[in-house]
């Protein structure tokens, strides 16, 4: 069975640090097929950063994705305080499949 | 700008059916393929159905395959999803959203989605 695995769980940070969160999948993908989403509490996924490392559109550039193979990384620059909520990482393309969530919350 | 915009949620017993709505503004839904996702109370985000542009290619998670059935009218720039068979399991928010793939892609615009409860 195909699994992406996000971690931390859990990443308490406070605002102006950097923020890495990881997603590893059971096997090799390619890094065109890997999405990130950003969840706010009551709201609806929003597109972050598609094909590993495009960001979508008006999305800022402290929001950054890359990797290859079966490891992939978001990273946020300098977190706001709007930046804090979940974030998905998602293989698209044939078979869709999102990780389990990284829960971004202040410190 | 392109919206979309969920209806057909609600409470159902085990066993019953529900259809989802999800109508989409703008001049291009014809052109892109469609998804419904769901995300059951304090969970993560499932993948549940995909329908091509034509409305010819139609795929299911394992969890759905033969009880749910996607399907879309262009000319109503609407995307249904027939829920037969509901189970507890089924309860969740229902979210539609576009493939902005050349056919397939990420999911760039999603509705605020709509909620399916079931239980007697």
């Known amino acids: 069975e195909f699994v992406l695995t996000q971690s931390p769980g859990t990443l308490s940070l406070s605002p102006g640090e950097r923020a890495t969160l990881s997603c590893r999948a059971s096997?090799?993908?390619?890094?065109?097929?890997l999405a990130w989403y950003q969840q706010k509490p009551g709201q609806s996924p929003r597109l972050l950063i598609s094909?590993?490392?495009r960001r979508a559109t008006g999305i800022p550039d402290r929001f950054s994705g890359s990797g290859s193979g079966t490891d992939f990384t978001l990273t946020i620059s300098r977190l706001e305080p709007d930046d804090f909520a979940v974030y998905y990482c998602?293989?698209?393309?044939?078979?869709?499949?999102f990780g389990q969530g990284t829960k971004l919350e202040i410190k | 700008e392109v919206h979309l915009v969920e209806s057909g949620g609600g409470l159902v017993q085990p066993g019953g059916s529900l259809r989802l709505s999800c109508v989409a503004s703008g001049s291009t839904f014809s052109f892109h393929w469609m998804h419904w996702v769901r995300q059951a109370p304090g969970k993560g985000l499932v993948w549940v159905s995909r329908i091509s542009s034509d409305g010819n290619i139609k795929t299911y998670a394992d969890a759905v395959k033969g009880r749910f059935t996607i399907s879309r009218d262009n000319a109503k720039t609407t995307l249904y999803l027939q829920m037969d068979s509901l189970r507890a399991e089924d309860t969740a928010v229902y979210y539609c959203?576009?493939?902005?793939?050349?056919?397939?892609?990420?999911?760039?615009?999603w509705g605020r989605g709509t909620m399916v409860t079931v239980s007697s």
């Open positions: 096997q090799s993908i390619s890094s065109s097929d």
């Open positions: 094909g590993a490392s």
């Open positions: 959203a576009r493939d902005n793939g050349d056919p397939l892609g990420a999911f760039d615009i």
């Open positions: 998602q293989l698209y393309g044939s078979s869709p499949l």
